[in-house]
């Protein structure tokens, strides 16, 4: 997740897709807002077709139940050849000719002057006309199929032959009492549906009246949209500038810090420089004296045989004291010598770090002896409970490093650099297979819980006016879980001492693994 987040503020060509997603959500909401502001125009045309629907039903009500109007015959008002009734053409007392108005043909003539003046046209229709003028076209015999006692209207949105959009609507006439005396022969009865007043209103006046809501409404999403590219980019272009400086930052400090370690680490192995020159000392020093000694014995040897008579007993004694000598001399050597060896197996892996088979016993015991002059001040006792013959393939100059680093501040901070007497327990098991546990405690000064907690943070000490880098137990941190791949845990309490739990995977080498 970090390395996707970093890629969409560091790498500008991710901007463009934050981007083309903020314009799919714009666009969305802009579609629905302008499906909003055309649902609305389809409700105002239907609310207002209802309202004329409902304007007709009662005119025609009023018509029937005065069993139809009758008005003068004209030219434009001829009498209806499709009504069948006894009274529909009369006379009045004076010759005038009346002729019958029937609810149906009412309507049609109201829908003639209506649709000259307003662009709405309506009339009665049915599937069972008795005027083929009111036979349903396509649309509204598909309509008068759909009314039902559930389905009490039909309203869509069509166009016109000449592509104008039409909004047209339908909704249902009822027999009633008054009906049937012009529809009882054609079987109908009271409550059945007769057919509908179907009404078709020009949209265009609709549209014009929604246009200026729709300019506003796609001005406003492109503002918007404007503005979240705008802030965002701003945002963008500070946020990846931030984030450049702060990986520049971040490598500087891992460059300074990796400097820093290696300083440590070479500080750990001038250490253990110090302590195998001052324990070569000794029997080097001896080896020297004795040699002198040796060359002292053979001049006095050299005079006594310039003498004309040598006392035999003098000469053994003083061959016996220069057999003594090289004796003494060649056990400090090869003393002398074994402490090369452990230097030049511990310089070596420290420094190179390169993989091998070693015993770690004898690895845990070449660090004690490294720091021996320094433990020796106290005394500090260090106590090795590891097998004898465990043998493993791996990095010995990183646990030397580690163990060196535990033991260095057990004596600085545990024991006051050496100066107070204690002891050291290093126990080796291998809880698993391929798992190497060791586990480190002195019974020195002890930590607090809030000083357990922080030890691994790199420069965090407790000694920081003395010397201190803070560095030291972060090496430890850092060689067992970058670089052996484990875990370390460290727990203490003030005068109780310290420990600390590692665990690393590791390979036991050849037959030793039973062991």
């Known amino acids: 997740m970090g390395a996707l987040i970093r890629s969409l503020v560091v790498q500008r060509a ?12 714009t666009a969305l909401f802009l579609q629905a807002s302008l499906a909003g502001i055309r649902q609305h125009n ?11 629907f409902k304007t007709l039903v009662i005119t025609r009500q009023w018509n029937a139940e005065r069993g139809g109007v009758y008005v003068p015959v004209s030219p434009s008002t001829q009498p209806n050849p499709y009504l069948k009734h006894p009274r529909r053409d009369i006379h009045t007392a004076d010759g005038k000719a009346l002729t019958m108005i029937n ?3 009412m309507t049609r003539m109201i829908s003639d002057m209506t649709k000259m003046s307003q662009g709405l046209t309506f009339r009665s229709t049915s599937l069972k006309p008795i005027n083929p003028d009111n036979a349903p076209d396509a649309w509204e015999h598909q309509a008068l199929k759909q009314l039902s006692d559930k389905t009490t209207e039909v309203k869509t949105l069509t166009e016109s032959a000449d592509g104008r959009p039409v909004f047209r609507y339908l909704a249902p006439l009822w027999v009633t009492e008054e009906c049937l005396d012009c529809h009882r022969e054609q079987g109908y009865k009271v409550g059945d549906l007769r057919g509908g007043i179907s009404i078709s209103q020009d949209f265009s006046p609709f549209i014009a009246a929604a246009a200026p809501s729709e300019r506003t409404s796609i001005l406003a999403h492109l503002g918007v949209f404007a503005l979240l590219v705008a802030i965002s980019g701003w945002s963008l272009a500070l946020l990846r500038r931030s984030w450049i400086q702060l990986e520049d930052n971040i490598e500087e400090l891992s460059k300074t810090r990796n400097e820093l370690l290696q300083s440590e680490k070479m500080a750990s192995l001038g250490r253990m420089v110090a302590g195998f020159a001052h324990e070569i000392n000794t029997p080097i020093g001896i080896a020297v004296g004795a040699v002198s000694h040796t060359e002292e014995t ?8 310039t003498n004309e008579e040598v006392d035999e007993a003098d000469l053994r004694e003083k061959l016996a004291g220069l057999r003594s000598g090289g004796e003494l001399a060649t056990a400090n050597l090869k003393r002398a010598s074994s402490m090369v060896q452990r230097f030049k197996r511990s310089s070596i892996d420290q420094m190179s770090e390169e993989r091998r088979v070693f015993a770690l016993r004898e690895l845990i015991e070449d660090v004690e002896f490294s720091l021996k002059g320094q433990l020796r001040k106290g005394p500090v006792s260090v106590s090795i409970q590891c097998p004898a013959g465990l043998r493993i393939n791996g990095i010995p100059g990183l646990l030397e490093q580690l163990l060196t ?3 260095m501040n057990s004596l600085q901070h545990g024991f006051a650099d050496g100066s107070v007497p204690g002891s050291v327990k ?3 098991s291998l809880p698993a297979p391929s798992t190497l546990r060791i586990s480190y405690s002195d019974n020195g000064a002890g930590m607090s819980t809030e000083v357990a907690e922080r030890i691994f943070e790199p420069f965090f000490t407790t000694r920081r006016g003395s010397g201190g880098s803070g560095l030291g137990m972060f090496l430890c941190y850092n060689i067992v879980t ?13 005068g109780q001492g310290v420990s600390f739990e590692i665990t690393i995977p590791c390979e036991i080498a050849g037959e030793e693994k039973q062991s």
């Open 14 to 25: 991710w901007w463009l897709v934050l981007w083309t997603l903020y314009g799919v959500i």
């Open 42 to 52: 389809l409700e105002l045309a239907t609310t207002g077709a209802r309202n004329v």
């Open 103 to 105: 609810p149906a043909f």
């Open 298 to 305: 053979l001049s006095e040897i050299d005079r006594l045989l």
């Open 405 to 407: 680093n535990l033991m």
């Open 426 to 428: 290093i126990t080796v």
């Open 482 to 494: 970058s670089e052996l791949g484990g875990s370390i845990h460290c727990t203490g309490s003030p």
